[in-house]
């Protein structure tokens, strides 16, 4: 039986380091850092991670701004907004969520936010950064610098010789997680939809990553046997064993089954989840020491 991440527990932990970071730089020069986060419309979820966002920005002693936009917001009050934002000093981090309503355009949005304090990893820059392996001085996406200080913890910071296999390329995580494997001399693998004979590639994988958005994808005999397995799937199926009309959360990966072959295994939900909210906290305190010239700490 596979060793279970605790992915509450790891995220508590940098959530820690990140209120140490703060409160020392507040003692230091007299900065507090400050988050923006926007919301447009009414998604309940979307409204869901917002004040989970805002909530833990708080309790890591920050400035921490809420600005929530009516549906029917237009393209150019959004990006009046961002530049009011990217304007004010008191804010080291802004963040946008996504999705935003069908008719405003994310990308010039997205685009807009100033790199250095674009928490979410999203900017060209950021992304341009991660993709040439300058880790040190852009901000990397949340959700995949959490899975990787899983990646970490279980193999040390020097993955050479290991075979690592994401099966997802989206922007959003798996070509920056493929990227951040690379840069820790992991050899390799992008897999996706077209790819041939999925379950072969991921058997040849020491660490497989898992990021397609389909339920419990992944089997017991898609993994090889000692293997680290990252589920960044949510998904939500039904489960009439609770009641009628009743959900649960799986992730990409078949849990119990697979942790029967791995030797580590991260859940869904209590595995990457809270460590995507935990790195957006630790990437604003990185902007804010950047902000004042000083080194930031490392998560
Ligand atoms: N919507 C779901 N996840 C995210 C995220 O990490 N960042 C933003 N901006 N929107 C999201």
């Not at 507090?32 to 979307?46: E, F, N, R, Y």
């Not at 852009?138 to 193999?155: D, E, N, Y």
């Not at 959003?172 to 939809?193: D, E, I, Q, Y």
């Not at 993994?223 to 992730?251: Q, S």
Request: some cysteine; charged content about 20%; aromatic content about 4%.
């Amino acid at each position: 039986m596979a060793s279970i991440i605790d992915g509450r527990q790891v995220a508590t932990s940098v959530i820690e380091a990140v209120k140490t970071a703060s409160e020392a730089l507040q003692e230091q020069t007299g900065v507090k850092t400050g988050l923006a986060v926007v919301i447009v419309g009414d998604d309940p979820a979307s409204h869901a991670y917002v004040s989970a966002k805002s909530k833990m920005a708080k309790e890591c002693g920050f400035t921490s701004v809420q600005h929530t936009l009516p549906e029917e917001t237009t393209q150019e009050e959004l990006a009046a907004l961002v530049q009011t934002l990217n304007k004010d000093e008191s804010l080291h981090g802004i963040l946008v969520q996504l999705p935003l309503p069908k008719h405003l355009n994310s990308d010039p949005i997205i685009q807009s936010i100033l790199p250095e304090k674009d928490v979410d990893g999203l900017h060209v820059v950021n992304a341009g950064k991660v993709a040439t392996g300058d880790l040190d001085g852009g901000l990397v996406s949340c959700t995949p610098a959490g899975a990787m200080v899983f990646v970490k913890r279980t193999h040390g910071e020097d993955l050479s010789g290991l075979n690592a296999v994401v099966i997802g390329r989206s922007n959003l995580f798996g070509k920056p997680m493929a990227a951040l494997l690379l840069a820790a001399n992991a050899t390799v693998t992008v897999a996706h939809s077209r790819t041939k004979d999925l379950p072969g590639v991921c058997r040849g994988a020491d660490i497989l990553v898992a990021a397609v958005g389909r339920p419990q994808m992944v089997k017991a005999d898609w993994v090889k046997p000692g293997a680290t397995v990252i589920d960044v799937g949510i998904n939500r199926i039904a489960a009439p064993e609770r009641g009628d009309g009743r959900f649960r959360l799986v992730g990409d990966v078949a849990f119990e089954e697979c942790a029967k072959v791995a030797s580590v295994i991260t859940p869904v939900p209590g595995g990457v989840g809270p460590m995507t909210i935990a790195m957006l906290m630790a990437n604003t305190v990185i902007a804010a020491f950047r902000s004042v010239g000083m080194a930031p700490p490392e998560f």
